[in-house]
């Protein structure tokens, strides 16, 4: 195992030591940033996990290879140093310090993924992700210092893919950056339309339909209700659904699933003769549909 991380602080040149599990001289990397002063170094909750972490063979690794990345960040020394780390990871950053002209950007630009600070000087990060996912796909990771569950939510809500607080280790947000570009692009065509009996489902539209009635669902909730109507009849389980419809490494609250499928069967009005959304004890839930000829 590696020893512990060490930090020098010095006003001319503060450096950073970084281990690898391996010992000795060769598997040692030394960064330095002479450019920056030591106040960008702080030892504190909130810089501090950003660049100080026990280096494992993940960063050894170019993981970004030259994939692109826009970062929406109004914090200078937040920002640089994760431009500094992505960069030496692979990734090709662009960074924005307004919500505005991060926002303009990100519709313009060609990304792989949108980090996104929530706290932003000009306009909300939860407006900028809204007006982002209703004319984009690319995936959105929310990086901020908020950390409460109705935060997250909100967030998720907001069309984002995945949700990481402040302070952070760099190891856990390229592992989450991989994971976003690992899913399959939502690209859907009219054909797609999802229908269990009376409940008809257009991805394109946005539009979901209860004997010709529309229901008005947020995003999350459709993302939900979706995955029920592809698998009719199988039990998904929690974890499943977390996974599929909240984004791998989700940490919020463990019974964000029951909650949701609260809201689902209110809003449908479930059970009817036809549909039930049933909860398995222990397990999970299933979209059960009984044709009644």
């Not at 019974?255 to 499928?261: A, E, L, P, R, T």
């Not at 609260?262 to 036809?274: A, S």
Request: hydrophobic share 40%; aromatic share 8%; glycine share 8%.
């Amino acid at each position: 195992m590696s020893k512990s991380f060490i930090a020098s602080h010095r006003r001319s040149s503060p450096t950073i030591v970084r281990n690898t599990y391996a010992t000795g001289p060769r598997n040692r990397q030394v960064f330095r940033y002479n450019k920056l002063k030591s106040r960008a170094f702080p030892l504190n909750k909130t810089l501090g996990s950003h660049f100080l972490y026990q280096k494992t063979w993940l960063e050894t690794r170019k993981d970004g290879n030259g994939l692109h990345t826009l970062l929406i960040e109004d914090d200078d020394r937040v920002a640089r140093l994760i431009t500094l780390e992505l960069r030496h990871a692979g990734w090709d950053v662009h960074w924005c310090n307004k919500g505005r002209d991060g926002l303009s950007e990100a519709i313009g630009g060609n990304y792989d993924v949108v980090i996104l600070d929530l706290m932003l000087p000009d306009i909300d990060g939860i407006k900028v992700c809204q007006s982002l996912r209703q004319v984009s796909d690319t995936p959105i990771l929310i990086l901020t210092a908020r950390d409460a569950v109705v935060d997250r939510v909100r967030g998720l809500d907001a069309g984002a893919d995945d949700y990481l607080v402040k302070p952070f280790a760099t190891m856990e947000l390229l592992a989450r950056m991989r994971a976003l570009t690992r899913r399959p692009a939502n690209v859907f065509h009219q054909d797609d339309t999802l229908k269990v009996g009376p409940l008809e489902l257009y991805p394109m539209r946005h539009e979901v339909r209860l004997n010709n009635t529309p229901i008005e669902l947020t995003r999350r909730e459709f993302d939900l209700l979706q995955y029920f109507m592809q698998n009719v009849g199988i039990t998904l389980t929690r974890d499943m659904i977390l996974d599929r419809v909240w984004g791998w490494g989700y940490s919020g609250a463990s019974n964000i699933v029951d909650v949701y499928v609260g809201y689902l069967r209110q809003k449908i009005g479930l059970p009817t003769d036809e549909l039930n959304l049933v909860t398995i004890r222990g397990v999970g839930y299933v979209l059960k549909y009984e044709n009644p000829s």
